[in-house]
């Protein structure tokens, strides 16, 4: 018994340094630390509705699109800063400038801004891509066929662009 356990108080002597040292095995840590992008599901689903948003207003007429959606929806939109009135001018503009929007964490801004913009999805209609379908079925489709296809944010908005202009979502 004795000799079994020097044998093994031994190899471990020699075995665990090395391990502690990364020796044996162990894949090397690159010099700078890797950078990675999550692209969530909830940013890509809100990317597109806000560049279906924008070519609603373009298509349709910011007053129509929201005359049609609830009046809840509307008011978180424009809370947000996602839309504003035009200034000196009549309608609503979309603001793509993300650093204008008003969506603070400590009040639930991004969800609060995602059920304004479904609700917005949900009472208008895509109808410049051929049959009319509602704008809750345009943004579905795409994340349903999209997600996780690409790696960056900015591989999604390339691909989003041109989903929303009547492509195939493939830049």
């Known amino acids: 018994m004795r000799t ?24 090397e840590e690159p010099a700078e ?7 969530t599901l909830s940013w890509v ?12 207003f373009a298509e349709t007429g910011s007053e129509e699109v929201l005359g049609n959606t609830d009046e ?9 800063g996602a839309a504003r009135p035009v200034e000196g001018g009549e309608g609503h503009e979309v603001v793509l400038d993300k650093a204008e929007w008003r969506t603070d964490e400590a009040v639930n801004g991004l969800r609060r801004l995602d059920g304004a913009l479904g609700g917005v999805m ?11 379908v509602d704008g809750e079925t345009f ?11 690409f790696d960056t944010h900015e591989e999604y908005e390339a691909s989003i662009a041109d989903y929303v202009d009547c492509g195939e979502g493939r830049p």
Do not use: D, H, I, Q
């Open 139 to 149: 943004v579905n489709a795409y994340t349903e066929e999209f997600t996780k296809a």
């Open 4 to 27: 079994t356990f020097l044998r093994c108080s031994a190899v471990a002597a020699v075995v665990l340094p090395l391990m502690a040292c990364g020796a044996v095995g162990t894949p």
């Open 122 to 132: 949900w009472a208008n209609e895509v109808s410049w891509c051929g049959e009319a």
């Open 72 to 80: 809840l929806s509307v008011e978180r939109l424009l809370e947000s």
């Open 45 to 56: 689903k809100r990317e597109v509705s806000v560049l279906t948003l924008e070519r609603m």
């Open 33 to 39: 630390p890797v950078e990675r992008t999550v692209v």
